[in-house]
Structures are given as structure tokens and as C-alpha cells.
């Protein structure tokens, strides 16, 4: 299929569609608990972190894990306690990842902006390999496992987190469990869908589900189904058009989106 | 001499960022069975002290003993025992849970980690949703019924738990005079028949119910009254009319 070897075809679906499902999974958490933008700051802290990667030899991968979860480690308890606002955070710290990021490109070897630097900000298909899709398997098994194992635990949370208190569950360790698992999706999916719009996938597929359902089982099924089909219809666009991969996908969520809003029985009177 | 069930033993707590106390030195024991309502005028306290016995707001001086263990190093394991009705609430339109999950919700700490409800948690919920008259609004999302019907539905929540104490903060706020009697009627119910210790939040003195003997009055995070109905109630009267 357009000259693509299979085993590579493969790989990248798998990843594609394991990319999409997790992102659905831990987008729930995000949309709910109204994180966009501790998200998206981690999102290109990861970016960041893979810059410097680059820019030093070291596993782009490895340092993109250590800028997102350092991210949800300093920046956590801030969002917890809401001691400042969201927009305030996403102003100050945007600005200040990209920036970063974008010196340790400019830093990197070779062409500022060579194929594996604009992987990092766009997405890239030949990003992606066999080892990517093992770890992204394990992620997404891990994050189906904790969600099933502490459904009622992190049902409470996304309820009420005053009341999941009252009733006798310690929040505060779920809520860094969804921050740590969100830092990880980030860095995983940073080679398929990019930097700068990793956070999309995130967001929409999780966003779309709530459009349409009350019962918390059903959103986390149908986040993780749409960022599958998101993320794979995103890939299907890129080959045909021979566009980023990472664009691609944010189109299609965005779209989705857009018309789950107009669709959404929430929004209609019976 | 009965071993209370509440103890506060000078007892203050401050917000982060306050310097001044909104409980200061509060010395209070309530016995198994009683019931007791807290009231006071606006700002005195009252929701503070409902929080601090519940764990939800860490104290910052002396002591408070629930059930005969320290709410600060026992909190979720004694707050699965405690029903508790927040006075402030707000839930959107879009919050993902329906009314049965609400209320089920309150045996969650019971009910522990890695264990799913059984049947008799969810018969407890349906028992507790039917007392308050909500069994028919149990698929329908939190988000969607008024405010009056979200108050009885913690309430349905905080029973559910079959607690052992109740906390309750304003819990005829958001109801109509109806709705008020008969929700009155089943907390003075349970209290006479489970033997269930009761603490009441209300700002409204003709709200207090008959069964209610013990009153607290608090200002300005002080008790300045603790005793019998009449005494106290006139007490306040009389300080707010000056």
C-alpha cells in the first residue's frame, strides 16, 4: 500500500490506533477534571525535553518522559490547590516549554530543521517503531488495568473530589496516578502526533464522548474507540494527502469534535 | 459515663493564607445518641467545625477524637463511618454520573480498595434513595434535577452509608417548606431509632427540630453557648436583636 512495506503498515496502525486509545483513556481524566492546561503545558514540556535529546544525543524519548512527568510533579500540587489560575499556568509555562524546546533544536546537530527535529514538532511516520509500539502497548494495557482495578475510586474523583473524600477514599494518590499516567501518554504518543498537537488528541476524543453520555463506563469506552479511530483515520489521511501525520489527526479529532457538538443530545431539548 | 464520640479539645483551625482562626479554641464533646444543633450567625464557624470533625479541613491546634481515634491520622477510615451534606454544592449539567452512582457512591469508602459493590450496597442506596422519594430519579443525571432534589440526594447518600454519625450543614437550604418537614421527619427519625449521633448546621432557628435538645451557639469561631434548647436559642435572640 503506497509502496509501504506491511510490517511497517503494521507498526504504524498499531501505534496509531494504541496512540488514539490511550489518549481517549487519560483524556477522560483530563477533560473531566478540567486539566487542559497542566496538559498542555506537559505536552510541550515533553516536546522540550526531546529537543534537548536531540540537541545532546541522549534518548529524545527518555528526556521527553522526564519533562512531562518533572512537569506534573512541580506543577500538580499547584493545579490541586488552585493557588493559580489555569490560564495563568498555561501563560507563563507555555511559552516558556516551547521556547525551550526551540533552542535545543536550534542547538541540535546537522539542520536546525531536519526531518527528526520537525518529527518532534509535527509527527512523522518514520518515527515510529516496533520497540514504540511495545512500549505503547504496555501503556495502554497498564492504563485500561488501573482504570478497571480503581474504577469506583477514580469514578468518586471525577464526581466530586470533596465528596470522594467525605465518603473515605485518599484522592490524592489517584490524582497523581492520573497526572504520572498522563505524562507518560504525552511522551509515548510525542512521535506519532508531535509537540505542538499531541494535546489535541488528548482532549477531543475524550471531549467528544462527553457530548453524548452520563454513564462514566461508556465515556471511557468511547473516548479510547474515537481516539483509535481519530488517530487511525488521521494516519489514513496523511498517506493519501501526504500530509503530517500529526496535523492529519488533529484535523479529524477536531472535527469530530465539531460535529459531536452539533449531534450531541446534550444540547437538545427532548 | 458514656466514651463520646466526638471530642474536641481546644481546637482551632486556620485557612491557608489566614491569620486568624475561624474556630479558635473549641472545646466540645458530644455523647453516642445525641443530638445536637450548631448555629450562630453568618461566618461564626460552623461549616469549619462540621469540616475539621470530619477530616476534610486539618485542624491546626489541639485535638479532635472520632469514635475514639485522632480524624487527623485516621481520616478516610473514620469518614466511611460519618454521613456527611455539604452546604455548599454545584453540580453542572454535565457532570457524567447518574443519581443511583451518587448515592452508592457514599459506601465507596466502606467498601474499600480492589472490591466491587455487592448486591447489598446497592440495596442500601435503593433503601436510602426510596426514603427520600427518589427511587424514580435514580437513571437521571445528578446535573439534571434542581437543587432542592441535589440536597436530598446527598442526603440519600450520607443514609446509604448507615453511618454511625451524621454531619449535617444547612440540609434545608435549597427546600421548599414541604420538602423541609419531611426531610426533618426522617433525620429525627433516624435519630430516634438508630440511636444515631447527629450533629445540624442551621441558621434558621425555627428550623431546628423538636427532637434537637442540645444547642451549640458559635460566633465569631468561639462557642459562646452550649446547652439546653430554650436557654441557648434565647441567648442568640436576644444577642441579634442588640
Redesign the interface.
Known amino acids: 500500500m503506497y509502496g509501504v512495506p506491511w510490517s511497517l503498515l503494521i507498526t504504524l496502525l498499531g501505534g496509531a490506533a494504541l496512540t488514539g486509545a490511550a489518549c481517549g483513556l487519560l483524556g477522560t481524566f483530563v477533560v473531566r477534571l478540567r486539566l487542559s492546561s497542566l496538559g498542555f503545558t506537559m505536552s510541550h514540556a515533553a516536546f522540550a525535553g526531546a529537543a534537548l535529546g536531540l540537541a545532546t544525543g541522549v534518548e529524545p524519548l527518555a528526556l521527553a518522559l522526564l519533562g512531562a512527568i518533572a512537569t506534573a510533579a512541580v506543577l500538580g500540587p499547584i493545579a490541586e490547590r488552585a493557588k493559580l489560575p489555569a490560564d495563568v499556568i498555561t501563560g507563563v509555562l507555555f511559552p516558556f516549554t516551547m521556547a525551550l524546546g526551540l533552542i535545543f533544536l536550534y542547538l541540535a546537530p546537522g539542520t536546525a530543521m531536519s526531518s527528526s527535529a520537525l518529527g518532534l514538532l509535527w509527527g512523522s511516520l518514520l518515527a515510529m517503531t516496533h520497540a514504540d509500539l511495545i512500549r505503547l502497548a504496555g501503556l495502554t494495557g497498564a492504563s485500561v488495568l488501573i482504570v478497571g482495578l480503581f474504577f469506583k475510586e477514580f469514578q468518586a474523583l471525577l464526581f466530586d473530589r470533596k465528596l470522594a473524600e467525605e465518603s473515605g477514599i485518599p484522592t490524592r494518590p489517584f490524582y497523581y496516578l492520573i497526572l504520572f499516567l498522563t505524562g507518560v501518554t504525552i511522551a509515548l504518543a510525542l512521535r506519532l502526533v508531535g509537540g505542538l498537537l499531541v494535546f489535541v488528541l488528548l482532549q477531543s476524543p475524550a471531549a467528544t464522548a462527553f457530548q453524548f453520555f452520563y454513564d462514566l463506563k461508556k465515556i471511557f469506552f468511547w473516548a479510547a474507540l474515537l481516539g483509535v479511530l481519530y488517530a487511525s483515520v488521521g494516519l489514513a489521511l496523511s498517506f493519501m494527502f501526504d500530509l503530517p501525520v500529526g496535523s492529519a489527526i488533529v484535523l479529524i479529532s477536531t472535527l469530530g469534535f465539531g460535529l459531536a457538538v452539533w449531534r450531541s443530545p446534550k444540547r437538545h431539548r427532548a | 459515663m458514656a466514651t463520646p464520640v466526638i471530642e474536641l479539645q481546644n481546637v482551632s483551625t486556620i485557612y491557608?493564607g489566614e491569620r486568624v482562626p475561624a474556630i479558635h479554641e473549641i472545646e466540645l464533646s458530644i455523647d453516642p445518641g445525641e443530638f445536637v444543633a450548631i448555629i450562630g450567625p453568618n461566618g461564626a464557624g460552623k461549616t469549619t467545625l462540621l469540616e475539621t470533625i470530619?477530616g476534610?479541613l486539618p485542624y491546626t491546634r489541639g485535638r479532635v477524637w472520632v469514635l475514639g481515634r485522632d480524624i487527623a491520622r485516621f481520616?478516610?477510615?473514620?469518614?466511611?463511618?460519618?454521613g456527611?451534606v455539604?452546604q455548599e454544592?454545584q453540580?453542572d449539567?454535565?457532570?457524567?454520573?447518574?443519581v443511583k452512582?451518587?448515592v452508592l457512591?457514599?459506601?465507596?469508602?466502606?467498601?474499600g480498595?480492589?472490591r466491587?459493590?455487592t448486591a447489598e450496597d446497592c440495596a442500601r442506596a435503593h433503601e436510602a434513595l426510596e426514603l427520600l422519594g427518589l427511587a424514580e430519579l435514580a437513571e437521571r443525571?445528578i446535573g439534571k434535577l434542581s437543587g432542592g432534589q441535589q440536597q436530598k440526594v446527598?442526603l440519600a447518600?450520607a443514609l446509604a452509608?448507615n453511618p454511625k454519625i451524621l454531619l449535617l450543614d444547612e440540609p434545608f437550604s435549597h427546600l421548599d417548606f414541604a420538602a423541609r418537614d419531611e426531610v426533618a421527619e426522617l433525620i429525627a427519625r433516624w435519630h430516634r431509632e438508630r440511636a444515631l449521633t447527629t450533629l445540624i448546621v442551621l441558621h434558621d432557628l425555627e428550623a431546628i427540630p423538636p427532637s434537637c435538645h442540645r444547642v451549640v451557639l458559635l460566633d465569631e469561631g468561639r462557642v459562646r453557648q452550649d446547652g439546653m434548647r430554650e436557654r441557648v436559642v434565647q441567648a442568640f435572640a436576644l444577642s441579634y436583636r442588640k
Open positions: 491557608e470530619n476534610l481520616g478516610p477510615q473514620l469518614r466511611s463511618e460519618i456527611y455539604p454544592f453540580f449539567e454535565t457532570v457524567p454520573v447518574l452512582d451518587v457512591m457514599g459506601r465507596y469508602g466502606r467498601i480498595l480492589l466491587w459493590p443525571p446527598l447518600r452509608k
